[in-house]
């Protein structure tokens, strides 16, 4: 019988690949002494998908930070002599020079309807430039600054409409980067507040137990037993209606944050339980360490790679939340705007018929969700790598 020689190293393999990670979960002593987080890294790396999904996520909450930079108006900019104006395509060469522009529009009056319809005219060229003057935004809220991305190098000029306008003139690529901020803001904001609720409730729940644990689990299961959306539309619709975007862009965040908290209860009041019969919780008590200590030193650290992964995975339902309520019109209002909201403003069949560029913001949300989903789909799988 003969022993066959097999070469445990793939010369093609570059050290970053499945195989790598292999030889590296097979490497006991490695495994033995490296912390959770390298651990959580190894096994998130296989799932492409969810590297991709993470990278994506990066570049949308890139775009809410810098919105102001990268659209070429600011979200209350319009001209109402270009409404539903069609989307322009941007040139790269003008002459055989390199010359960004984009052509002119030229309006056609229907002699039946008396409607106005746009086509692009070629013999008309707007100059285009990167890193141009135009209106004065806030960089984090901070730092005052006039430079675009890009935009008409002639801000009196014709205007710019790479995704088109909307029925008051509008840039609708502005207004869905203005929109970003907003949405994924709530979504995270709105995520924080409800994670902060569920983590204290359902912690004092299960580590106390008794009569505590009774009250709110009674708590818990009166607002799980609410309907979402009656209950959504009755304390939107108290709000007064003399209260401003910001202070309306509050009042959802906490709305959406009471609601959905109660599931991430009773999920981190079962992980209490569970934990308070574990030893090195039982030594911490016996070696005289407080209460506080025991929960936040040593309870909650076990499963914090779980409660995000949760919040991940809780930020795209609180954005379909929010679109939801304001396409309904019981969220966010004009002059704010939110994929919801300019989502609003495309219900009419007669406007998705002469302008399907309205619809444009249901594809970030749906990019946005995907991208949350799959991220938040490799932390939960990662979360607990040595089940692997």
Do not use: C
């Not at 010369?11 to 006991?28: L, N, Q, V």
């Not at 002593?29 to 987080?37: D, F, L, M, R, T």
């Not at 007064?240 to 009773?266: D, E, M, N």
């Not at 560029?357 to 932390?379: C, E, K, Q, T, Y």
């Amino acid at each position: 019988m003969t022993q066959q020689h097999v070469d445990e190293h793939d010369p093609s393999d570059d050290g970053s690949g499945p195989a790598a990670f292999d030889r590296k979960i097979s490497d006991e002593p490695e495994i033995s002494v490296a912390p959770q987080w390298k651990l959580v890294w190894w096994t998130f790396k296989r799932h492409r998908l969810a590297v991709v999904g993470g990278i994506v996520t990066i570049f949308i909450y890139l775009v809410a930070i810098f919105a102001g930079f990268l659209a070429p108006y600011s979200s209350s900019h319009f001209d109402s002599e270009y409404t539903y104006a069609p989307p322009q395509r941007l040139q790269f060469v003008d002459d055989g020079e390199w010359g960004l522009h984009v052509h002119g529009y030229v309006a056609e009056q229907d002699p039946d309807t008396l409607g106005l319809t746009w086509e692009i005219d070629e013999s008309q060229k707007v100059p285009v430039g990167l890193f141009v003057r135009g209106e004065e935004y806030k960089i984090l809220g901070l730092i005052t600054w006039d430079r675009h991305l890009i935009g008409p190098k002639d801000p009196d000029g014709p205007p710019m409409y790479l995704l088109g306008a909307d029925a008051l003139g509008h840039d609708m690529l502005s207004r869905i980067i203005h929109a970003t901020a907003v949405s994924m803001s709530i979504g995270l904001v709105g995520v924080v507040l409800s994670f902060l609720l569920g983590i204290t409730l359902g912690g004092i729940s299960g580590y106390f137990g008794g009569w505590v644990d009774n009250i709110i689990q009674r708590i818990i299961e009166f607002v799980v037993s609410i309907p979402t959306i009656p209950l959504w539309m009755g304390l939107m619709a108290a709000i007064p209606p003399h209260w401003g975007s910001l202070q309306r862009y509050f009042a959802l965040t906490v709305i959406l944050s009471l609601i959905s908290w109660a599931a991430l209860g009773r999920e981190v009041r079962g992980k209490f339980f569970a934990l308070r019969q574990e030893e090195f919780v039982m030594a911490a008590t016996v070696d005289g360490a407080s209460q506080p200590r025991i929960i936040f030193r040593h309870m909650l650290p076990s499963f914090t790679s779980h409660i995000i992964a949760n919040m991940s995975l809780a930020i795209p339902a609180m954005i379909l939340a929010e679109t939801a309520l304001s396409f309904i019109g019981i969220g966010l209002q004009s002059p704010t705007v939110s994929w919801g909201v300019l989502l609003e403003e495309a219900q009419s069949i007669r406007v998705i018929e002469t302008a399907p560029w309205m619809m444009l913001p249901g594809i970030a949300v749906i990019v946005a969700v995907l991208s949350l989903n799959f991220f938040g789909d490799g932390l939960r799988d990662a979360a607990d790598p040595y089940k692997h």
